[in-house]
C-alpha cells in the first residue's frame, strides 16, 4: 500500500509490517483455544515491537488478563528501546470476523492505543482487525492499519 492510510476520525492509520503481524498470528495460534494478548511498542505510527504476555484470565478461553510482571517488565523495555505503547492485541479464537467484546470495552483503558483482535477463519488463516475503544464512553469503531514490508 503507498502512502498514509487515515484512520477513522482522520487520525493517521497506524503502520505494522509483516513480521509484526506474523509474529502476533504466530502468537494467537499458540495459545489457541485459549485468547492470547500482548502489547506493540513503537513510535510515529509504526508498531516496531511485540511483546507476547501470558494470559492469566479465571477463563482464557473467553477473556484476557495480562500477566501483572509481564506487562510490567513489558513497559520497562518500551521505556528502555525508547519506546511508547502504540498497540495493544488478542485472540477471538472462534470467531472469522472478531469485533470488540462489551468486556474489551469496558476494560480498554489505553485510549490512545489502538486494539487489535485476531480471529481464526479455517479457509484463510489468521485475520487482523483494528479498533479504536473508548471506555468511557462505551464505545468502538473500526481504526485503519496498514502493512508495510
Not at 509474529?23 to 500482548?38: D, K, L, S, T, Y
Not at 492485541?89 to 490512545?112: C, E, G, N, W
Request: aromatic share 8%; proline share 5%; hydrophobic share 40%.
Amino acid at each position: 500500500m503507498n502512502g498514509r492510510v487515515r484512520a477513522l476520525g482522520g487520525e493517521e492509520a497506524i503502520r505494522l509490517r509483516r513480521a509484526t503481524i506474523e509474529a502476533m498470528f504466530e502468537h494467537a495460534r499458540a495459545i489457541a483455544p485459549e485468547e492470547c494478548c500482548g502489547l506493540l511498542g513503537g513510535g510515529e505510527n509504526l508498531a516496531k515491537s511485540v511483546y507476547p504476555l501470558r494470559n492469566v484470565a479465571r477463563n482464557a478461553a473467553v477473556a484476557y488478563e495480562a500477566a501483572p510482571e509481564e506487562l510490567f517488565e513489558a513497559q520497562r523495555q518500551m521505556r528502555a528501546r525508547g519506546e511508547n505503547l502504540v498497540g495493544i492485541y488478542h485472540s477471538h479464537p472462534r470467531s472469522k470476523d472478531p469485533a470488540p467484546s462489551a468486556s474489551d470495552v469496558r476494560l480498554a483503558f489505553y485510549p490512545s492505543a489502538v486494539y487489535f483482535i485476531i480471529g481464526f477463519d479455517e479457509e484463510t488463516g489468521c485475520v487482523l482487525r483494528a479498533f479504536r475503544i473508548s471506555e468511557k464512553e462505551g464505545r468502538w469503531e473500526r481504526a485503519e492499519f496498514e502493512t508495510i514490508e
